[in-house]
């Protein structure tokens, strides 16, 4: 063996096999603290490939190990590709927007080559031969891509919006805790600059976003705009392949970055305040049909007021009498180009029931934390299903029924343990309850004594009840902002079903487990709305606005 | 502890003898030298009649592997063998320089078991350790200026946010 060996000359030494396995114990800044120790380390820990293989390997949140080759080959490095992974990975999960009621879900998750997409999935009717036989509609709201002239550079972000287009952008900044997702205009100049778009009144951020998400706007070619998005065959490779190609070849033709003084010449009237919003929100009144709502917005934007969605005010005047915001002259003169951005922010959120308080003025979307199911808590996470039994299909005489997407999550409450049903999405014409309202709220500790109502399911096998919970049920209330509830149970059927059964009126709300990310693999892809409202819906609508597909859905059994 | 026996109990138990790079002779019973995938190899190859020479493997460490082999193949109760095993390892590490020399004779000799516990002690010395705890540990040169320095800040910068 060597002889006395220590200090850096030791560590070298050790084969690349143990140093990975070594590495697969540790943590990336324990990798990085080893690395800042002297020159040689550094050398040797940037530059080995086990190593960042390990810890992209041990990251929870990393794509699936299978794809972890494929995407190399858009990396310099394993070290890149997990400084990708890593700083993208607080942007996956489920996000939501209070507008519209029916539901505003989107999911961010990895693609088969290096990216993180988001779709929204769409307010929908169950298909006819239940869930699984699909197909489920979405409209893919954005994705990040990493920079291939420079990994270290911000990820590009393209912006989807209406007539198959893409609106390039980047990604500004993601928290690691980041519970708001925005989109923003950055305005980038040689020396550093705070950012200002969130100083900008609601309408000039409204503008300047509009305008700038118009100028960048490209068509996506005819033979790419129904390409998948996402691997569900092995023909898929090919058309993904293009579609990234294409995508990179765009965003370098057209970084999506507009010079200053074109932005100066064209938002000519920057002096402009907020009361020039009218005209615009004039049209967005006449659109949709609860134009009230979205006016009371613009009413207290020309107070110079925000509005939280669930109505509490604050001032945007500071303590001194000074107004927060800035001019969108002084916004666009900060920088020397601007461009989409799309920021994951971390924010002091209040949250009712599992539900987000949202901001009414923020382009944006927020998290809704997936809890996951464990030991006594075993029904977390999403589900899906229709009011009515037999469960999963739309039966002869009533086809149709609306698809029902429910978040579970636990809470504690007064020392009880409480399993919240979350609406997320409601397939029904015209919207019945609030989204986020808790469709069901049921006592763990509290088992039901009612039977279920129902012997056999719909393949006539006879229904086994596991467990039997009391609890609410929501229920018509005081208008439809503050629904009711009435007494029923929660049953968990053999087959891993489970269903709720208001006790009066016998209705029953049936879902069954979703598996999101396979039902979006062999979903449909229905267009997306104008770019600004494909990433947030700010206007009250009780209506279907993502899609304009007949429908006629049933409430009940 | 690798024993040394009578030429009795050789005839009893199937026994090798193996010569460390300094020419030290160690007779262990044929289970225990199995614990390592090379000397299985070998054994498997040439036979155990003749002494097998481990060129790369001294005396000293040798004797603490043999140690380690022969208490793992005694099948003793899961936490007896972690107690042990933390002990020996407490001992290992005192010195830093033995103790990487058992790092490379075990990878090299392929006893995955004995790998696996160094590589887990070996990640203990440097969890949520900063880079001049590392530096005072294994009494590395800080031969990075303060412009690389920096750098290297400002490049691993995002590894320090909380995963």
């Known amino acids: 063996m060597a002889e006395s060996r220590c200090g850096s000359e030791a560590l070298l030494a050790m084969p690349e096999d143990v140093l990975a396995m070594i590495s697969s114990l540790l943590r990336a800044r324990d990798l990085c603290a080893l690395a800042q120790t002297c020159r040689a380390l550094h050398r040797a820990i940037t530059l080995s490939e086990k190593c960042w293989l390990a810890q992209c390997l041990i990251l929870p949140t990393s794509p699936p190990p299978h794809l972890l080759p494929v995407w190399r080959v858009s990396f310099p490095s394993y070290l890149l590709l997990f400084r990708f992974v890593l700083s993208l990975s607080p942007l996956l999960g489920l996000w939501a927007h209070q507008n519209p009621e029916l539901g505003n879900a989107v999911l961010a998750l990895w693609g088969h080559l290096p990216s993180l997409l988001a779709f929204r999935i769409i307010p929908q009717e169950l298909p006819s031969l239940g869930l699984e036989s699909g197909p489920l509609l979405f409209a893919p709201v954005f994705e990040i891509l990493p920079n291939p002239q420079d990994c270290l550079s911000p990820p590009l972000f393209f912006l989807h919006g209406a007539g198959d287009s893409v609106h390039p952008g980047s990604v500004s900044m993601v928290h690691p805790d980041s519970n708001v997702l925005l989109l923003e205009v950055d305005a980038q100049s040689q020396s550093p600059s705070p950012p200002g778009f969130v100083r900008l009144s609601f309408g000039d951020r409204r503008r300047v976003l509009d305008f700038v998400a118009k100028r960048v706007r490209i068509a996506v070619p005819p033979n790419l705009a129904s390409a998948p998005m996402l691997r569900h065959r092995d023909e898929d490779d090919s058309l993904l392949q293009m579609r990234m190609s294409w995508l990179l070849d765009t965003h370098k033709a057209h970084n999506g970055r507009i010079d200053r003084c074109v932005a100066e010449s064209n938002l000519s009237g920057v002096g402009r305040k907020a009361s020039d919003d009218s005209e615009v929100a004039g049209n967005w009144r006449r659109r949709q049909p609860g134009f009230l709502h979205g006016w009371v917005f613009w009413v207290d934007e020309l107070l110079g007021k925000s509005r939280s969605l669930n109505g509490t005010k604050t001032s945007s005047m500071n303590i001194n009498g000074e107004s927060k915001h800035i001019s969108l002259q002084d916004f666009l003169r900060s920088g020397d180009t601007i461009g989409l951005s799309l920021r994951g922010a971390q924010m002091k959120l209040s949250t009712y029931r599992a539900w987000p308080n949202m901001h009414g003025n923020k382009f944006a979307l927020y998290k809704l934390p997936m809890q996951k199911p464990e030991t006594g808590r075993e029904y977390a996470g999403l589900w899906g299903g229709t009011f009515g039994w037999p469960p999963g299909r739309a039966s002869e005489d009533k086809p149709g029924k609306a698809l029902f997407f429910l978040l579970l999550s636990y809470e504690e409450s007064d020392g009880q343990l409480l399993l919240i049903a979350t609406k997320i999405l409601e397939g029904t014409h015209y919207v019945l309850h609030p989204n986020g309202s808790a469709m069901f709220i049921v006592k763990v500790g509290e088992p039901a004594v009612d039977p279920f109502p129902w012997v056999k399911d719909g393949d006539s096998h006879q229904v086994e009840v596991k467990h039997a919970y009391k609890g609410e049920g929501i229920a018509n209330g005081y208008g439809f902002r503050y629904p009711g509830s009435k007494p029923g149970s929660l049953f968990v059927t053999h087959n891993g079903l489970i269903a709720f059964v208001w006790r009066d009126t016998k209705v029953v709300l049936t879902l069954e487990r979703l598996n999101l990310e396979e039902l979006l693999k062999k979903g449909e892809r229905v267009p997306a709305l104008p770019p600004i409202a494909n990433f947030a819906y700010l206007t009250k609508s009780y209506s279907n606005v993502f899609a304009g597909f007949p429908s006629n859905p049933t409430y009940s059994s | ?163």
């Open chain 2, 1 to 163: 502890m690798a024993t040394i026996i009578t030429k009795e109990q050789q005839e009893k138990e199937k026994m090798v003898t193996l010569v460390s790079s300094d020419s030290e002779k160690f007779v262990v019973e044929q289970k225990v030298a199995e614990k390592s995938h090379v000397i299985k190899m070998v054994m498997n190859c040439c036979g155990i009649e003749s002494p097998i020479p481990v060129r790369r493997v001294k005396g000293d460490i040798l004797k603490s592997i043999l140690e380690y082999c022969e208490k793992h193949s005694k099948g003793e109760a899961q936490e007896v063998m972690e107690k042990w095993d933390k002990e020996y390892m407490d001992k290992a590490e005192k010195d830093l320089v033995f103790f990487h020399d058992l790092m490379l004779a075990s990878h090299f000799l392929h006893i995955q078991e004995l790998v696996d516990l160094i590589a887990v002690t070996f990640a203990g010395m440097l969890k949520m350790k900063s880079p001049e705890e590392i530096r005072q540990k294994f009494n590395i040169n800080n031969d990075l200026t303060k412009e690389q320095e920096e750098h290297i800040m400002t490049t691993f910068g995002w590894a320090f946010q909380p995963i």
